[in-house]
């Protein structure tokens, strides 16, 4: 059926277009250009203006996409970002043509085409998380953050491919691999690795893999991931992108299948910060079917505007803690480089760094680790394995045309097609049945004191930094952000509740005769509800350095490029 519906793609009809135009890969929004548009590394103020001054339709834009995943997506490179593609989408692109000019004023996603992440609910398209025990089934409502962006206008391109079940199903499954979905490959070197079992070459990232391959790779404009411990930074910089992991409560977690509500949210994947910020403010905010999004009712807290925080002077004055241990531990010489040469970057831009000072409690983070075994140890957190299960399950009740309701259930269809279902087996499903999840049980009493742990330890730990030598709080002496590389500082902010905006540095230098050169990045990570602060000193480092790199392995079609034919034209209606 997928083979059928990417076949329809291939052959949609596009406008032909005249001549080819270098993309504006550092466009900050401020200069949009007039009379031509290319879409590879267009930004959605770039696309925005172009559906504004009629240069392009929204179907046409979404055609343009389409065209693009059907030369890379499952054909060329096979990139396998997505998973499932909405044959409507065209159909949807036309109604907000004909909906143009009459919209009053208008969200800045209005015609824009964005993908979700497979565990994302959509009430006209599968949600799976990968799985074959879920493969088909159809949610009866759509998530909330997906009615957010349908009522801004925005149009679901498609669902993406992830590690199956947001990569908490089983140890040593690769990142990006889903038995329903299979291998997403990185497109800055989208190769399976020789002599294998089809895993990539070079890691796409994960879980979120689909939404950094597809937008990196020019396939979508942006895109919705989820995170429970480093699975939007993981495919920022994978991928050379931009990601926003936000404070937990800022974003709702209805309607997205869970680990843990403890540590659950949902984010942006841009290819600029711009583009996250504009994201952010669709889908940020209160929802009432979600208590922890309660303190976006306290003023100051969440925003429908993150874009009034871009600013390029952002890192002039900024205080940025730098912690070492163990974070660069392992790293070859060019990634010690690269983070010395971020420093430096962020130095010249008028930053005070302070790259020796380490997270109090960081023994004690690294020693409490998440438990992947039952009965669970002493020394590891169960919150993530409580969660799968009760959380779970709970998804699951709301789902009641679904194939499989329980963990369990998933368990057993896994057991009963083991060929497909069970390629890197469901150790972690298998512990997490074990526990009583009860509110009386002793399994819950563990949870509460390990969460309770978590924080204590999280929190403490990265306050203890922010709060700066004086060790108060509000005081001259806070650093702005702790900066971290990649994905490796993911875990503390995960378990803090705390938000983290990556972008990307340099590329890495080539590993042996197999890995070609590939993206690196940084995460920006400060006290809940600093989105603010962490985007505009992100926006002004991307600004100061213009790191971002699109990928070779999609490059520009002949229908990317759209030009105004002659004076006074204005394209296609």
Same mark, same amino acid.
């Given at each position: 059926?997928?083979r059928?519906?990417?076949?329809?793609?291939?052959?949609?009809a596009?406008?032909?277009?005249?001549r080819?135009?270098?993309?504006?890969?550092?466009d900050?929004?401020?200069?949009?250009?007039?009379?031509?548009?290319?879409?590879?590394?267009?930004?959605?103020?770039?696309?925005?203006?172009?559906?504004r001054s009629?240069?392009i339709?929204?179907?046409?834009?979404?055609?343009?996409?389409q065209?693009?995943?059907?030369?890379?997506?499952?054909?060329?490179?096979?990139?396998?970002?997505?998973?499932?593609?909405?044959?409507?989408?065209a159909?949807e692109?036309?109604?907000?043509?004909?909906?143009?000019?009459?919209?009053?004023e208008?969200?800045?996603?209005?015609?824009?085409?964005?993908?979700?992440?497979?565990?994302?609910d959509?009430?006209?398209?599968?949600?799976t998380a990968?799985s074959?025990a879920?493969?088909?089934?159809?949610?009866?409502?759509?998530?909330?953050?997906?009615?957010?962006?349908?009522d801004?206008?925005?149009?679901i391109l498609?669902?993406?491919?992830?590690?199956?079940?947001a990569n908490?199903?089983?140890?040593?499954?690769?990142?990006?691999y889903s038995?329903?979905?299979?291998?997403g490959?990185?497109?800055?070197?989208p190769?399976?690795?020789?002599g294998n079992?089809?895993?990539?070459?070079?890691?796409?990232?994960?879980?979120?893999?689909g939404?950094?391959?597809?937008?990196?790779?020019n396939?979508?404009?942006?895109?919705?991931g989820?995170?429970?411990?480093?699975?939007?930074?993981?495919?920022?910089?994978?991928?050379?992108?931009?990601?926003i992991?936000?404070?937990?409560?800022?974003?709702?977690?209805?309607?997205?299948?869970?680990?843990?509500?403890?540590?659950d949210t949902?984010?942006?994947?841009?290819?600029?910060?711009?583009?996250?910020?504009?994201l952010?403010?669709?889908?940020?905010?209160f929802?009432?079917?979600?208590?922890?999004t309660?303190?976006?009712?306290?003023?100051?807290n969440?925003f429908?505007?993150?874009?009034?925080?871009?600013d390029?002077?952002?890192?002039?004055?900024?205080?940025?803690?730098?912690?070492?241990?163990?974070y660069w531990?392992g790293?070859?010489?060019?990634?010690?480089?690269?983070?010395?040469?971020?420093?430096?970057e962020?130095?010249?831009a008028?930053?005070?760094v302070?790259?020796g000072?380490?997270? #109090?409690?960081? +023994?004690?983070i690294?020693? %409490?680790?998440?438990?992947?075994? *039952?009965p669970?140890p $002493?020394t590891?957190?169960? !919150?993530?394995?409580y969660?799968?299960?009760?959380?779970?399950?709970a998804?699951?009740?709301r789902?009641p045309?679904?194939?499989?309701h329980?963990?369990?259930?998933i368990?057993?269809?896994?057991n009963?097609?083991?060929?497909?279902?069970?390629?890197?087996?469901q150790?972690?499903?298998l512990?997490?049945?074990?526990?009583?999840t009860g509110?009386g049980?002793?399994?819950?009493?563990?949870?509460?004191?390990?969460?309770a742990?978590?924080l204590?330890?999280?929190?403490?730990?990265?306050?203890?930094?922010l709060?700066?030598p004086?060790g108060?709080?509000?005081?001259?002496?806070?650093f702005d952000?702790?900066l971290?590389?990649?994905?490796r500082g993911?875990a503390?902010?995960?378990?803090?509740?705390? #938000?983290?905006? +990556?972008?990307?540095?340099? %590329?890495?230098?080539?590993?042996? *005769?197999?890995?070609? $050169?590939?993206?690196?990045? !940084?995460?920006?990570t400060?006290r809940?509800?600093?989105?603010p602060r962490?985007?505009?000193?992100a926006?002004?480092?991307?600004?100061a350095?213009?790191?971002r790199?699109?990928?070779a392995?999609?490059?520009?079609?002949?229908?990317?490029?759209v030009t105004?034919?002659g004076?006074?034209?204005?394209?296609?209606?």
């Amino acid at each position: 059926m997928r083979r059928a519906l990417f076949g329809l793609v291939a052959i949609l009809a596009i406008a032909t277009f005249v001549r080819l135009a270098p993309a504006d890969d550092h466009d900050d929004g401020d200069d949009h250009g007039n009379d031509q548009l290319q879409l590879v590394e267009a930004t959605i103020p770039q696309l925005d203006h172009a559906l504004r001054s009629h240069l392009i339709t929204s179907k046409q834009l979404v055609e343009m996409y389409q065209a693009r995943i059907a030369a890379y997506d499952k054909v060329g490179p096979t990139l396998n970002a997505f998973i499932h593609l909405n044959s409507n989408a065209a159909a949807e692109g036309a109604a907000r043509d004909r909906e143009h000019g009459h919209e009053g004023e208008r969200s800045p996603m209005f015609g824009i085409p964005i993908l979700l992440k497979d565990n994302i609910d959509t009430k006209d398209q599968p949600t799976t998380a990968g799985s074959i025990a879920l493969a088909g089934s159809v949610p009866p409502q759509d998530a909330f953050i997906t009615r957010r962006l349908r009522d801004a206008g925005a149009i679901i391109l498609g669902k993406a491919t992830l590690t199956e079940f947001a990569n908490f199903i089983a140890i040593g499954m690769p990142s990006g691999y889903s038995s329903l979905g299979g291998y997403g490959l990185n497109p800055f070197d989208p190769r399976p690795l020789p002599g294998n079992d089809g895993r990539p070459v070079l890691t796409p990232g994960g879980s979120s893999s689909g939404p950094g391959i597809a937008v990196s790779a020019n396939l979508v404009t942006i895109a919705i991931g989820s995170e429970t411990s480093g699975s939007i930074l993981s495919p920022s910089a994978a991928n050379g992108n931009a990601g926003i992991k936000p404070t937990l409560g800022l974003v709702s977690r209805t309607g997205i299948l869970p680990i843990t509500a403890n540590q659950d949210t949902a984010g942006p994947i841009a290819r600029t910060v711009t583009d996250a910020a504009i994201l952010l403010g669709v889908i940020a905010g209160f929802d009432r079917d979600d208590p922890a999004t309660l303190p976006c009712l306290v003023p100051g807290n969440c925003f429908r505007d993150y874009t009034r925080f871009l600013d390029k002077n952002a890192l002039k004055g900024a205080r940025i803690a730098v912690p070492h241990v163990p974070y660069w531990n392992g790293f070859t010489a060019d990634q010690t480089a690269i983070m010395n040469e971020v420093i430096g970057e962020l130095r010249a831009a008028g930053a005070f760094v302070d790259d020796g000072h380490e997270l #109090p409690n960081q +023994a004690d983070i690294s020693a %409490f680790g998440i438990c992947t075994s *039952a009965p669970p140890p $002493a020394t590891c957190s169960t !919150v993530l394995l409580y969660g799968q299960k009760h959380d779970l399950n709970a998804y699951l009740t709301r789902r009641p045309s679904a194939p499989v309701h329980t963990i369990d259930d998933i368990i057993a269809f896994n057991n009963a097609n083991p060929i497909a279902g069970l390629k890197y087996g469901q150790a972690l499903f298998l512990a997490a049945a074990t526990l009583d999840t009860g509110p009386g049980s002793a399994d819950t009493a563990r949870l509460n004191a390990d969460r309770a742990k978590d924080l204590q330890l999280t929190q403490g730990g990265i306050d203890a930094v922010l709060n700066g030598p004086d060790g108060i709080a509000g005081t001259d002496d806070d650093f702005d952000a702790v900066l971290f590389p990649q994905n490796r500082g993911a875990a503390a902010p995960a378990k803090a509740g705390y #938000p983290s905006v +990556a972008v990307p540095t340099r %590329f890495q230098a080539p590993i042996g *005769a197999i890995v070609k $050169a590939f993206p690196f990045g !940084v995460a920006f990570t400060g006290r809940a509800f600093s989105e603010p602060r962490l985007i505009a000193l992100a926006f002004a480092y991307e600004q100061a350095t213009h790191h971002r790199t699109a990928p070779a392995s999609a490059p520009p079609l002949p229908s990317d490029t759209v030009t105004r034919q002659g004076h006074g034209d204005h394209g296609d209606d």
